[in-house]
């Protein structure tokens, strides 16, 4: 690998060249072993505003290779559009195969960490032949091409060569391109992208260094809150998805709705928590300001009822009340309430505690839905039978619900005494029933990675109160910690070229990673409650490996730096991406992100951070 020097100089002489039309430079030949037998080079002409431009070959120098491609750039039509004089404006990506071989395209696989046909985005890609064209995936094609799965990648390349033409159906291509007789090698590369007068090395298309500091986190999770706020839509709702591939903002798991920006009540609530979270850390009212706008905009969503003679409220969006939406909804407000101490909301605090407790029924299990348009006639699910509670249920909501009713108990002012008791009994009813019952009734429901984040933040609250400081629960928070991190990635089971997979989660050993930062939420109470109870080496076990998840989880942001691919980096500019070459943005990757950073912020991380340096080095 050239030095850095040696890199700006190459990128300089390569921009002047194509720039004034000049014959590239011979003394570069001798650069990243230039292979004239496997070396592809492609460079690309990235602009905001611009699709890009590209061109790739392979000659016998390197030198005639990026005389050809120079060529080719300066003939495309829209080659005057890009600003080359200008290296804040026009970003060139350069890459070079320097890896081929053999790959038997009817097993490709993301999912074994040791096949040889693993294809893994981003980091390899794909030569084929096809009626005797040649064309190449590149490796840096995962990230820019949002490319994921093997499934995306086959369809994505029956649209490159034209197979797509002769169906619409993503099967049938993929199949398509499994058995047609297409000759597929694998390739890796080397891949440096211009970034003003910098140059940054790729990985897996992301740009190189990526720094993690307290310092750093904080300002990564500022911004993405801000991100929050300027995604805000005038009547306090979020914007629920962007794509910046496609450019576009209609989520494609909901195309057909009749209102094509899809939203979602939960989602909504946790962008709220996002924006509180963001106060907590910062002071800055304007988050106070806003999430008081997005708290108007659930209420505006909510339907009344009565229990036990007493006003309730619930939230009604998308012809659904879930649990779910009641449970964040008033979790929300109650971050809201604890600080500011606005008793505004106060009738809707105590209108979604009633209706929770009115969906716990008599065996302790919260029903998941209040109203569902498929069963019922969408009428109140009041008394559902053991069928209807099995389709309805969720792992997620009864955690939800749990955790703004502990908030509320724990910090609201002058409960009224029977519901405080009812609230106190209820709650002891739908916490045994989740960890003692729940894994026993629904047992082929779980899966082997533990989901129930939001049921550990509400334990971190519950076990305050003496009565719930049972001894089952806690441990369920410590077990359910324990199960992630050995299902976590780390340096002992991950191959050297997924080093960018270490503290990402897998279901089974080989999945593409999960960089999950709800499950993070899950981990960062968990840490909290052993501080709580003063158990430091289990606190310290947890910090250690929550540290990992969250280097892990910085590679999902979008930066100023790895926004280069978007046709319009502002949009995404500061958000989380879900997957590490997925680009699509969802609230909730944001949201569980920032939640989850600002936490850790608070804790003493750097002691522990320290601590493992350390013994990496030992």
């Not at 992100?593 to 912020?601: G, I, K, N, Q, V």
Request: net charge neutral; proline share 3%.
């Amino acid at each position: 690998m050239e030095n850095s020097q040696n890199i700006k100089s190459f990128f300089i002489d390569l921009r002047d060249s194509l720039l004034y039309n000049l014959p590239f430079s011979k003394k570069y030949d001798g650069f990243f072993q230039y292979d004239k037998n496997i070396s592809q080079i492609y460079i690309t002409l990235f602009q905001a505003g611009n699709t890009y431009i590209r061109w790739g070959t392979k000659k016998e120098t390197l030198s005639k290779s990026i005389n050809r491609i120079n060529y080719k750039l300066r003939e495309n039509e829209n080659f005057k559009k890009f600003n080359l004089k200008d290296s804040s404006k026009c970003r060139i990506l350069f890459e070079m195969v320097t890896k081929e071989y053999e790959c038997n395209i009817r097993n490709l696989t993301t999912m074994r960490m040791h096949s040889a046909n693993r294809f893994e985005p981003g980091v390899n890609g794909l030569k084929y032949t096809y009626e005797g064209i040649t064309r190449f995936f590149m490796p840096t094609d995962g990230f820019t091409k949002s490319i994921m799965s093997v499934n995306q990648l086959l369809n994505y390349l029956s649209k490159q060569c034209g197979i797509s033409k002769q169906s619409d159906k993503i099967s049938q291509r993929v199949h398509f391109m499994r058995r047609e007789p297409i000759e597929y090698k694998f390739i890796e590369s080397i891949a440096y992208i211009s970034f003003g007068d910098d140059v940054l090395e790729l990985e897996r298309g992301y740009p190189l260094p990526i720094e993690f500091s307290k310092e750093n986190m904080y300002d990564k999770t500022i911004k993405s809150i801000d991100w929050l706020v300027k995604n805000m839509n005038e009547d306090g709702s979020f914007l629920y998805y962007y794509d910046p591939y496609l450019n576009t903002i209609i989520d494609d798991m909901h195309p057909t709705m009749i209102n094509p920006l899809y939203n979602n009540i939960l989602r909504h609530s946790g962008g709220t928590i996002s924006l509180l979270r963001g106060y907590e850390i910062s002071a800055n009212r304007l988050y106070l300001e806003k999430a008081k706008k997005s708290i108007d905009f659930l209420i505006s969503t909510f339907r009344t009822h009565v229990y036990k003679k007493k006003f309730a409220c619930y939230p009604f969006f998308n012809k659904k009340s879930k649990l779910g939406g009641a449970g964040i909804g008033l979790v929300a407000i109650m971050h809201y309430y604890m600080h500011t101490g606005d008793e505004c909301y106060r009738k809707e605090m105590d209108g979604l505690v009633r209706h929770i407790l009115s969906r716990v029924d008599k065996d302790g299990e919260l029903i998941g839905y209040y109203i569902h348009p498929n069963f019922n006639d969408g009428k109140p699910l009041t008394n559902p039978n053991d069928e209807t509670k099995k389709e309805l249920f969720s792992f997620y909501y009864p955690g939800e619900a749990l955790l703004g009713l502990a908030l509320y108990y724990l910090h609201v002012r002058d409960i009224d005494k029977e519901l405080k008791k009812d609230l106190l009994k209820k709650t002891e009813m739908a916490l045994d029933f989740l960890v003692d019952v729940r894994p026993i009734k629904y047992i082929h429901m779980f899966e082997p990675l533990p989901a129930d984040a939001w049921l550990m933040q509400a334990i971190e609250e519950w076990i305050k109160v003496d009565k719930l400081a049972k001894e089952s629960y806690i441990n369920f928070v410590f077990n359910d910690t324990a199960t992630m991190f050995n299902h976590m990635y780390t340096d002992e089971n991950t191959l050297s070229n997924n080093k960018d997979y270490i503290g990402g989660f897998f279901y089974e050993y080989g999945d593409h990673v999960y960089h999950d930062a709800s499950r993070c939420e899950g981990v960062v109470s968990a840490y909290y409650l052993a501080k709580y109870l003063g158990d430091e080496p289990k606190a310290e076990w947890i910090m250690n490996n929550m540290l990992l998840s969250a280097k892990g989880l910085m590679k999902t942001f979008n930066s100023e730096e790895s926004c280069y691919s978007h046709i319009e980096p502002h949009r995404a500019l500061n958000s989380f991406r879900f997957k590490l070459t997925r680009q699509w943005v969802r609230v909730d990757s944001v949201q569980h992100a920032s939640c989850f950073f600002a936490r850790l912020y608070k804790t003493d991380m750097g002691i522990y951070d320290t601590i493992a340096v350390k013994k990496s080095q030992e």
